[in-house]
């Protein structure tokens, strides 16, 4: 049973960025798949790494879009991609201190920032990068 299911009301309009948050629902709904069998222990440090690496790239790319583009809203989007980050890292420190484990509310907050990032500030960039022939 996935976590989250990806729909093109998702799309942001950019393929790159689209291709990117597919992967992040992926890794999600993998985790989330590993928790239900009773494997969450085991992957979760790996996971848990290979998610900050791979949403620090996904967010470094999207500000380098702002960057060039003179995107409006740029500074309060990456706060959002800051906090996200050290919510992150802070739960990596937990789990490698034996701290933190998988459960249904770190699945539920993981599931509810993606879902709110995407649907909320990302689509508010969708119109301008569309207005600038990002596709």
């Known amino acids: 049973m996935a976590l ?3 729909t093109d009301k998702m799309s942001v309009g ?3 960025i689209d291709k990117e948050h597919q992967g992040l629902v992926e890794m999600l709904n993998t985790l989330h798949g590993e928790m239900l069998a009773g494997r969450g222990k085991d992957v979760l440090g790996p996971t848990l790494g290979k ?6 790239t996904h967010f470094a790319g999207e ?10 809203q740029a500074a309060d989007h990456k706060k959002e991609h800051d906090a996200f980050t050290a919510k992150a890292k802070a739960l990596e420190a937990d789990f490698k201190a034996g701290k933190a484990a998988i459960t249904s509310d770190l699945m539920n907050f993981l599931r509810d920032w993606l879902t709110k990032h995407i649907l909320g500030a990302d689509m508010q ?6 207005q600038k022939g990002l596709k």
């Open 63 to 72: 500000e380098l879009l702002f960057r060039i583009h003179a995107y409006p």
């Open 51 to 56: 998610l900050i690496q791979y949403t620090q």
């Open 125 to 130: 960039y969708k119109p301008y990068f569309a």
């Open 14 to 16: 950019i393929a790159k």
């Open 4 to 6: 989250i299911t990806w």
